[in-house]
């Protein structure tokens, strides 16, 4: 593991998914590496926080304990673990929470999220005041704040439907900044903060790797692990499920190789403009022209490794509110297995930190 980088880890929203990025931060963990800076979206924002929130010795026991909680209450186990049987289980579990919701994290509105005409209409369909004691319980803010990794976690303005993020360089990080962040409605309510409405963040874009790239600052490489949910590729659908599923994996993949593939282009530019300045004549290197396409990407050299979820065979259409145990542990073992791929291959064991540039890694899967 290199020693000269700063470390940065990006997790994309998904609900319940979100336990692969539990296993693969204990899987990076274990490796020993330390990271400087996490941006979180939706459930990233909770992973994010658990992690940032915690001493380092604590944050996979943090992890464990919140994925432990919230797929604690589901008595349905499955009579057989033939393919078919484990995908109805999955499907069972996922009609379960969608009736009584999932402990320590959201519980149902009834009857008054669907009688509109009441004096006080609710916002949503859920409960979040679990959450917020769960954050509370699990996440120490004073660490977070003072001595934790710089976190981001990114929510959308509901009037305005902008972005916006919350970094604790500049704003001080609690529970109703995660809980904005992943508040996917029409499930979850918006969340005030200083006289502002916000949702899921995921409703702009699901992976804060933008932002990291653009608060990219100083010389020093830095190399990013993103840990996604959703994978932009797949195949046709087979039937109404698996189409379903796929519509979701479109939406909230957030094109995460099409903003790499931005990325290594804007490095290009300024590689080149860089050159172009050395054949210029002194007048015209400080022209703020040039200076704009100089500074196009991130002015440090960066590593990108890509972890991506990939779809397991009992998954159904309410994968990503799926919160049984059984699943929640499959998701934390492809988390360890990805990473424990990528850091074994031998195009990741050979890398050497680079001078310049945009590097991709994507080596998490058996036929990389």
Known sequence: MATSELNALVLQGGGALGAYQAGAFSALDEAGFSFDWIAGISIGAINAALICGNRDKDRVPALQAFWKRITSNLPVSAPFWTPAGRRAYSEMAAAEVTLAGAPGFFRPRMPSAFWPFLPDPSLSFYDTTPLEATLNELVDFDRLNATGPRLCVGATDVETGNFRYFDSRTTRIDARHIMASGALPPGFPPVEIDGRWYWDGGLVSNTPL???????????????????????????????????????????????????????????????????????????????????????GPSCPVTLVHLIHRKEGFEGSGKDYEFSRPSMSDHWAAGIGDVTRTLSHPSWKSRRVEADGLHVFDLGTPES
């Open 210 to 296: 933008q932002y990291v790239m653009e608060q990219a600052e100083g010389d020093t490489p830095l190399c990013v692990f993103q840990v996604d949910l959703f994978n932009a590729r797949g195949g046709l659908p087979v039937d109404v499920i698996e189409v379903q599923q796929r519509q979701k994996d479109i939406q909230y993949s957030s094109r995460t190789r099409l903003t790499t593939d931005r990325y290594r282009q804007l490095h290009a530019l300024s590689a080149a403009a860089d050159r172009l300045a050395a054949k210029l004549p002194d007048a015209l290197k400080d022209d703020p022209d040039l200076a704009l396409l100089r500074h196009a």
